[in-house]
C-alpha cells in the first residue's frame, strides 16, 4: 500500500460558485404599490401640515401680541378688546364682525369658543372695555380667556 501524499492539498480543490447578487429594488408590484402609497401619504402629510400652518399663523401672531400686551406696565381690557376684535377680523367676514358690540359681540365669541364665559364670566369686561377707564381691574382672567380662545376658537 503506497499511499502518496499530495504536496499541496488546497491545489485540487475547485471554487464554488457564488449565487447571483441581491437586488435592493423590490421585485413584485405589491412592493411597487406600497410603495407609492408610502410616498402619496408623505407628500400628503407635509401638504396638510403646511396648509394647516399657513392658515393658523394669524394665531401665531395674536398670541405674540398677547404676551406683548401682557409685558406692559398696565394692560387694559380694552387693548385686549382690540386684540380679540383684529384676531376676529383675521379669520371671520368684515361684514360679520365689524356691526358687533356689546352682547351680539359677547355671543359670537361665546359661539366661536364653545361655552358662556365671554357672556357670563370675566368676558363681560370686553363689552366695556371701550367705556371703563384705564387701569381698573385686573385683567389676567381675562386675557388667559382671550388666550384661549385665540387657540380654540372655530370658524
Sequence with gaps: MDKTIPNDPVA??????LPAGISLWPQTWLSWTVIALAIVSLVAAISWFVRRRHANRYRRAALAELDRIMRTPQ?????????????????????????????????FLDETYGGQEFSQGAGRALALAPYAPAGTGDVAPLAELVRRWIRTHHA
Design 75 to 107: 394692560p387694559t381690557a380694552g387693548t385686549l378688546e382690540l386684540l380679540v376684535r383684529r384676531t376676529a377680523l383675521a379669520e371671520f367676514p368684515r361684514e360679520a364682525i365689524a356691526p358687533l358690540a356689546g352682547t351680539a359681540w359677547l355671543s
Design 12 to 17: 485540487g480543490l475547485i471554487d464554488m460558485p
